[in-house]
T-cell receptor, first 111, second 116 residues
Framework: KQEVTQIPAALSVPEGENLVLNCSFT??????LQWFRQDPGKGLTSLLL?????REQTSGRLNASLDKSSGRSTLYIAASQPGDSATYLC??????????FGQGTELSVKP | GAVVSQHPSWVICKSGTSVKIECRSL??????MFWYRQFPKQSLMLMAT?????????EQGVEKDKFLINHASLTLSTLTVTSAHPEDSSFYIC????????????FGEGSRLTVL
């Protein structure tokens, strides 16, 4: 059974700092991995999607990596801003579209 | 990206009543939609897979008679919480997959249900 774990559960950083969020999964036979952002009381915003054959994806200040063999993914946020404050969720798709989510990392960026 | 809309975004109901939540894919067709629920400070848990024109597939532990799912068209799936109780209060989120090779999923804005 696939399990997804995110570390840390919460993170507080000063504005401008670069940071890394971690995601690990137990079953490496994934179809893809997706990172989401969730603001309080809101739905999910897709940030980056990495196919199983890919190693990384980049969008603006965000870079996500995938190492299937070790069951790990990282989300790198460069030059963090207060507007980046949110909960970040990673989710794996073992194919079929059923996503298994991690518990999320609650990020707070202090001005 | 593709847009998925949920309605209502917020609903309060009395215990024992039924509530219907709609999930629409606005600019694409979705043969499959997924329903999740999220309790406060917790992650999303998949409830069921909604297939257009056929019965939904429920995850273990989810009561199919409690959570009725209908996927009558390629752009609409509905979740009806029947005989709602306070423990059903939660954030319900749907997702739909665009028919492309990436398999990327797009999520609705969520519907917060409060049962009094």
């Amino acid at each position: 059974k696939q399990e997804v774990t995110q570390i840390p559960a919460a993170l507080s950083v000063p504005e401008g700092e670069n940071l890394v969020l971690n995601c690990s999964f137990t079953d490496s036979a994934i179809y893809n991995l997706q990172w989401f952002r969730q603001d309080p009381g809101k739905g999910l915003t897709s940030l980056l999607l990495i196919q199983s054959s890919q190693r990384e994806q980049t969008s603006g200040r965000l870079n996500a990596s995938l190492d299937k063999s070790s069951g790990r993914s990282t989300l790198y946020i460069a030059a963090s801003q207060p507007g980046d404050s949110a909960t970040y969720l990673c989710a794996v798709d073992n194919q079929g579209g059923k996503l298994i989510f991690g518990q999320g990392t609650e990020l707070s960026v202090k001005p | 990206g593709a847009v998925v809309s949920q309605h209502p975004s917020w609903v309060i109901c009395k215990s024992g009543t039924s509530v219907k939540i709609e999930c629409r894919s606005l600019d694409f067709q979705a043969t499959t939609m997924f329903w999740y629920r999220q309790f406060p400070k917790q992650s999303l848990m998949l409830m069921a897979t909604s297939n257009e024109g056929s019965k939904a597939t429920y995850e273990q532990g989810v009561e199919k008679d409690k959570f009725l799912i209908n996927h009558a068209s390629l752009t609409l799936s509905t979740l009806t919480v029947t005989s709602a109780h306070p423990e059903d209060s939660s954030f319900y989120i749907c997702s739909a997959r665009e028919a492309s090779n990436t398999g990327e999923l797009f999520f609705g804005e969520g519907s917060r249900l409060t049962v009094l």
